[in-house]
């Protein structure tokens, strides 16, 4: 198989895998919202919750995977099975002390902890205690999911990624039973919460351990902590960890900001990011993930020609999935939100201004997707440095201006403010990925790009003509809603698809051929 119809199974696969795994975190929310409300309990989870699921993108999600892969892939296609095997033990060892420790102070030092996250909860009676008790209770899940990110990176590495990419299914799932079986067994029913997300952690990790042995794979302890492989994956993850940290920082800066302006302006931004993240989260997430086993096996072998073949395919995949769902996001924006939120305490006006917040993120889904395929190049390269330094700067240009454009635009200045800053982003990878290996011949990508924008346009022009006139203010109409919202999606799903057919965008023939060629395996 080349490295292209890798790279384009496996991202099918973790795609597929993550849509089932977001459809069951959508039911996960709607169970806790109908058995728990949103208030002085779920409050308290939810801010509990935060401080695992931060550790656990500071050190497992990003760092851990982005160090270890590469060195573990050049270990394996390089010296052999029993040596990466011997690399595998290792780290393993190793994390889990690391993990032990960390998870030691963090159940230890939650009250500290908590204080300084939820400072406000401190006026309410009994509810910073209460997520004290959350924190010390779910604080484990980062061990358990730190050792998941170590053998998803030696499973990628194998060619496996569609068990993996379940694992949040799992967790999920097990809240949700927890939520319903449990919730009647403790003085404190969102007690039951908490320890979902424990016990579906450990599923997370067994769940890998079937795939693991069919590789013969077998874990076991090894201290020999000077291994060359394993120093230069702790050199590797210091930037990374760093690099993660900036991004939450980012953030933070954002959400600063946006207190300064009139109440709900935070709100609009967090619903607007939400549905920006969804077609990142299944497509964008997982062809970065797909590419990395394939870019570190070529920069192992020193196939700087193939490394630059696999980020042009990619960038190819990524234009051809983000610039149809960037403008489909803006123009379905009133009507998604319409038909999922107005209602209740959530009205038209709620609906439009967190639309035009959705409106400003959209147009940095293509951007986004740039930057999440050329960080796993420089990745692959082992230069973990170069994203860094890069995202410094991101955050200085994302502060600037969204000092500026919030006094014009409101909190729609401020997700303007994140889109021009992705695009700065993306711009400057690409520009320190050319000083590094030479020209990145993508002419050919700004070729098909370009082919791509006529068959947007009339997809566009298709979407609103359906859409124009629906009863968007109307919460009472939610069967002609849907009606109209489906028919627009797939009317334009097939106006672009025929567009770049009829203009005869690459990436769209490859994968028309490979539809034809698995109906005639079919018949």
């Known amino acids: 198989m080349t490295e292209k119809k890798s790279i384009s199974k496996a991202t099918g696969i973790m795609g597929c895998a993550t849509m089932l795994s977001r459809l069951a975190g959508l039911a996960r929310d709607m169970v806790i919202g109908r058995l728990f409300g949103a208030g002085y309990a779920t409050d308290a989870f939810f801010m509990a919750f935060t401080i695992p699921n931060l550790l656990r993108r500071f050190f497992a999600e990003g760092s851990l995977t982005a160090a270890f892969v590469p060195t573990f892939s050049e270990v394996y296609h390089g010296q052999g099975r029993e040596e990466a095997q011997r690399v595998v033990n290792i780290c393993w060892t190793l994390l889990v002390l690391v993990m032990a420790v960390v998870t030691l102070l963090g159940v230890l030092g939650s009250p500290l902890i908590v204080r300084l996250i939820g400072y406000g909860f401190g006026d309410i009676a009994g509810k910073l205690a209460l997520t004290d008790q959350l924190n010390r209770i779910m604080f484990p899940y980062i061990f358990f999911v730190s050792l998941l990110s170590l053998v998803t990176g030696v499973l990628n590495v ?48 067994l769940a890998q351990w079937p795939v693991l042995r069919r590789h013969g794979l077998v874990l076991r302890p090894d201290f020999h902590f000077r291994h060359p492989a394993v120093k230069r994956i702790a050199f590797l993850m210091l930037p990374g ?52 086993p394939a870019m570190s096996r070529q920069a192992a072998a020193g196939d700087g020609e193939g490394l630059k073949d696999s980020l042009r395919f990619s960038l190819g995949l990524i234009a051809l999935v983000t610039l149809p769902a960037a403008v489909g996001l803006m123009a379905c924006s009133v009507p998604v939100y319409s038909l999922f939120f107005l209602g209740g305490e959530f009205s038209y006006h709620e609906v439009r201004q967190t639309a035009f917040a959705l409106a400003a993120y959209a147009p940095g889904l293509v951007f986004v997707g740039i930057s999440r395929v050329v960080v796993p190049t420089f990745y692959a390269l082992k230069d973990t440095r170069t994203p860094v330094l890069i995202s410094v700067f991101t955050l200085i240009v994302n502060a600037g201006l969204g000092l500026w454009l919030m006094q014009v635009y409101s909190h729609v200045g401020l997700a303007l403010a994140l889109t021009f800053a992705t695009v700065f982003n993306s711009a400057a990878l690409l520009w320190a990925l050319r000083r590094k290996i030479g020209s990145l011949g993508l002419s050919a990508v700004f070729g098909s790009v370009i082919r791509m924008i006529p068959p947007v346009i009339f997809m566009a022009a298709i979407v609103v003509f359906i859409l124009r006139g629906g009863p968007w203010d109307n919460p009472d109409e939610r069967l002609i809603q849907g009606g109209l919202l489906i028919a627009a999606v797939l009317a334009g799903v097939a106006a672009f698809s025929v567009g770049c057919l009829f203009f005869r965008v690459p990436e769209m023939k490859g994968f028309a051929d490979i539809v034809r060629k698995r109906l005639g395996k079919g018949r």
């Not at 760093?242 to 954002?254: E, L, M, P, R, S």
């Open 158 to 205: 194998y060619g496996h990624f569609f068990l993996p990419s379940l694992s949040p299914l799992f967790l999920n799932l097990s809240i949700i039973a927890s939520a319903l079986f449990l919730r009647d067994q403790f003085q404190i029913s969102v007690t039951a919460l908490a320890l979902g997300v424990v016990v579906g952690g450990i599923i997370q990790l």
């Open 241 to 292: 960890v760093a690099g993660v940290a900036i991004y939450q920082i980012n953030v933070v800066v954002t959400r600063l900001l946006a207190s300064f302006l009139p109440q709900g302006s935070v709100s609009y931004l967090y619903y607007g990011q939400r549905l920006f993240e969804f077609p990142q989260g299944i497509f964008v997430v997982s062809l970065a993930q797909a590419v990395l």
